[in-house]
């Protein structure tokens, strides 16, 4: 029996499985129905306009390296259009690719002619070489962030570690805060700040997680960037204030901004700076004191801002062991009127030459970052797709990066005066029974509500249409000079550089908060 003989038989048995349930409001007849054109995803109709118009959509499948030799392989569309609609929908598992073949509307809007099964996108990322694959996918990641650059904007850079349960390539038992002695992958991140758009990620073994490895990467993204379209300043934790990358960032006349470790130098160098006088408001609490500072196996001294922030009372945060906080305890001499004070520190490096409260502004604004990556990793699939191979890892993470990217961009033209997370705009802007139905070669999406915001989302997503529809005919006017893509990102920075920087902060006219 053919496949669709056996579907069209399911089917048929469905519609006669027709029964009477009894229920506290009295007796409902229950009807059951295979492959109907239904989804729990109706909005996702305007984000695929968005993808289709500004030519996201069609240049991600155009350019995609993957082949078949064999007439009844899935096309393109069908792998590509399955592993988007997957992410979009928070998957971390290729099994659970399952849950959206019931989707009987997107996947014919994206052009495709089935979702397919979890095998069959293994495979088809399996067929795509890796260095063919890493420069496909590396080449949407600049484009969905290039046209956005021309505005002041920071390099946010970070290592994650992905503890690993499995025979997976590169599972490496190396350093590992949350999971000690687990085998672990490394994700090397590269974040535009501001708009929090993922430039570049790679996935290594679990022990090249230092910032020497992240090296190379860092590198490559910003000599392939123009002159004029390099961050303001690269910043990273302790883990990037390194002799060696920040000698590559000079060599290059790149402003940077590091934590460094408090290793014993260091710490003794805050013990000759406690009792100097002099320190400066570095905001938020904090002061800040500013010295140069020549480390072992630098080549030369460096501008450091010591930072602390006094902690009055009983128990203290005294440090960190293992990603978990040691509390240290204060006795006071209540009957002697004593009172003990305590500090926390923070030491920067930076070849930048803004002033203390500047600068522990700016380090301070990394927290926006971290922000970032904790949303990459519980509410998209980052670290997930996980497979017994690294190549397929590295084709996953760059994915999810890039739909992410044109997601959270898409959020923002619905929103410019407030960043919403996954976990808020996925059920705003995407959650909606949608139904399609034909008549007189119409097809026409009807929308039923999930949520009390339907409404707002009704009135926004018909308003970025709109404008969709406006760029489309402006790009039409001037023979595509500007092309619908541009005109987007050329709206999207007019209108969140309008918004401005949070009025409670103090900042310097040259802090550089990005465009977001």
């Excluded at 923070?346 to 030459?353: E, F, G, K, Q, W």
């Excluded at 705003?428 to 339907?454: D, Y």
């Excluded at 103090?506 to 550089?512: E, G, I, R």
Aim: hydrophobic share 40%; with cysteine.
């Amino acid at each position: 029996m053919g496949e669709s003989k056996s579907k069209q038989l399911k089917a048929d048995e469905m519609l006669m499985s027709c029964a009477g349930v009894q229920t506290a409001g009295g007796r409902v007849q229950v009807r059951w129905e295979a492959n109907s054109a239904t989804t729990p995803m109706g909005q996702l109709a305007y984000f695929i306009e968005f993808l289709t118009l500004t030519g996201l959509w069609s240049g991600w499948r155009e350019r995609c390296p993957l082949s078949y030799s064999s007439p009844n392989a899935p096309s393109k569309a069908d792998v590509l259009g399955t592993w988007m609609l997957s992410i979009l929908s928070g998957h971390r598992r290729y099994s659970h690719v399952t849950t959206i073949r019931c989707d009987g509307v997107n996947p014919g809007l994206l052009g495709m002619n089935k979702v397919i099964s979890e095998d069959a996108l293994r495979r088809a990322l399996m067929a795509i070489s890796e260095p063919d694959g890493v420069a496909w996918l590396d080449g949407h990641l600049r484009e969905s962030t290039a046209p956005l650059l021309d505005a002041p904007w920071i390099l946010d850079i970070d290592t994650t570690i992905k503890p690993l349960y499995g025979k997976q390539e590169g599972a490496v038992v190396s350093y590992n805060p949350h999971k000690p002695g687990r085998p672990s992958h490394s994700y090397h991140t590269y974040l535009m700040a501001g708009l929090r758009l993922v430039m570049g990620v790679e996935v290594k073994a679990g022990n090249e997680h230092s910032g020497n490895h992240t090296l190379p990467g860092l590198l490559k993204i910003l000599d392939e960037l123009p002159a004029e379209h390099r961050p303001k300043m690269v910043r990273g934790d302790c883990g990037f204030g390194s002799d060696g990358i920040m000698r590559a960032l000079e060599a290059r006349a790149q402003p940077y901004l590091f934590k460094l470790r408090l290793s014993k130098n260091v710490k003794r160098h805050i013990e000759r700076l406690f009792r100097v006088s002099g320190w400066a408001d570095a905001g938020q609490g904090w002061e800040g004191m500013d010295s140069t500072l020549a480390l072992t196996g630098w080549e030369a001294k460096r501008r450091i801002v010591v930072l602390r922030r006094p902690l009055q009372g009983e128990m203290l945060v005294a440090q960190e062991e293992h990603g978990q906080q040691l509390l240290g305890f204060v006795e006071a001499d209540r009957k002697g009127g004593k009172r003990i004070t305590g500090y926390e520190y923070a030491v920067l490096v930076t070849n930048l030459d803004h002033e203390v409260l500047s600068l522990g502004q700016l380090y301070r604004d990394r927290a926006d970052a971290e922000n970032t990556f904790d949303e990459l990793k519980n509410q998209w699939g980052w670290g997930g797709f996980t497979t017994h191979d690294l190549h397929r890892c590295q084709l996953s993470a760059r994915a999810v990066a890039l739909i992410y990217n044109w997601w959270s961009l898409f959020v923002r033209l619905a929103s410019p005066e407030a960043r919403r997370e996954a976990i808020t705009s996925r059920p705003w802007l995407m959650s909606s029974v949608g139904r399609r139905t034909e008549h007189a070669g119409q097809t026409t999406i009807t929308l039923t509500g999930l949520h009390a915001h339907f409404d707002k989302a009704r009135q926004v997503l018909m308003r970025i249409s709109s404008q969709l529809q406006t760029w489309v005919a402006e790009a039409a006017e001037q023979l595509n000079i500007k092309s619908v893509w541009q005109l987007c990102c050329d709206h999207l920075k007019h209108t969140l550089a309008a918004i401005g920087p949070p009025p409670t902060l103090h900042l310097l006219p040259d802090h550089a908060n990005g465009v977001g």
